[in-house]
T-cell receptor, first 117, second 111 residues
Framework: GAVVSQHPSWVICKSGTSVKIECRSL??????MFWYRQFPKQSLMLMAT?????????EQGVEKDKFLINHASLTLSTLTVTSAHPEDSSFYIC?????????????FGPGTRLTVL | QKEVEQDPGPLSVPEGAIVSLNCTYS??????FMWYRQYSRKGPELLMY????GNKEDGRFTAQVDKSSKYISLFIRDSQPSDSATYLC???????????FGAGTILRVKS
């Protein structure tokens, strides 16, 4: 099956710093990538949808200037959490989709656990 | 009211039991219904997907969708300790596009 990787798998940073998380599709070209956030014992919440070569579409309530998404190639999308604060501590998961038809599955990465001190 | 409601559990069963997991939803426009399994500190893995109403079976897993009641179920037969995980339902109006997830049900299968 299709494989999606994320790097790093976990990161601890100081409040006010920026953190970049990478999402890669290893064996397929992802025309669309999705970024989710999951707080403890809660569900995955979609943050934004990114299509290769275009600006990301953010969900309501997600600050686009704080969560910068770049999808510069068909195999790589990055999420940068700028000026991170403790309330940004969460599990960030990306997913990738090949193609644009109605029957294209989203393949999920293993997630990145961010802890902001 | 949340778009998708799912009892978080935990649900604890003995090995070999039949497990029933359920979600209800409010948006009648949902067409695609999925069940994901998520192990601790891992990303979700797709188990089953169903389009519109009906049943779908894959090995020990059976997914059911009742659109008239806005209710979906996942049944696991002959449950194994390795089935212990969080099970997330998800649904969407177009497969592969935006998905709305339930909160997830924690399942523990005891040997």
């Amino acid at each position: 099956g299709a494989v999606v990787s994320q790097h790093p798998s976990w990161v601890i940073c100081k409040s006010g710093t920026s953190v970049k998380i990478e999402c890669r599709s290893l064996d397929f070209q992802a025309t669309t990538m999705f970024w989710y956030r999951q707080f403890p014992k809660q569900s995955l919440m979609l943050m934004a949808t990114s299509n290769e070569g275009s600006k990301a579409t953010y969900e309501q309530g997600v600050e686009k200037d704080k969560f910068l998404i770049n999808h510069a190639s068909l195999t790589l999308s990055t999420l940068t959490v700028t000026s991170a604060h403790p309330e940004d501590s969460s599990f960030y998961i990306c997913s990738a989709r090949e193609g644009s038809g109605n029957y294209n599955e989203q393949f999920f990465g293993p997630g990145t656990r961010l802890t902001v001190l | 009211q949340k778009e998708v409601e799912q009892d978080p559990g935990p649900l604890s069963v003995p090995e070999g039991a039949i497990v029933s997991l359920n979600c209800t939803y409010s948006n009648s426009a949902f067409q695609y219904f999925m069940w994901y399994r998520q192990y601790s500190r891992k990303g979700p893995e797709l188990l089953m997907y169903t389009y519109s109403s009906g049943n779908k079976e894959d090995g020990r897993f059976t997914a059911q969708v009742d659109k008239s009641s806005k209710y979906i179920s996942l049944f696991i037969r002959d449950s194994q300790p390795s089935d212990s995980a969080t099970y997330l339902c998800a649904m969407g109006m177009e497969y592969g596009n935006k998905l709305v997830f339930g909160a997830g049900t924690i399942l523990r299968v005891k040997s």
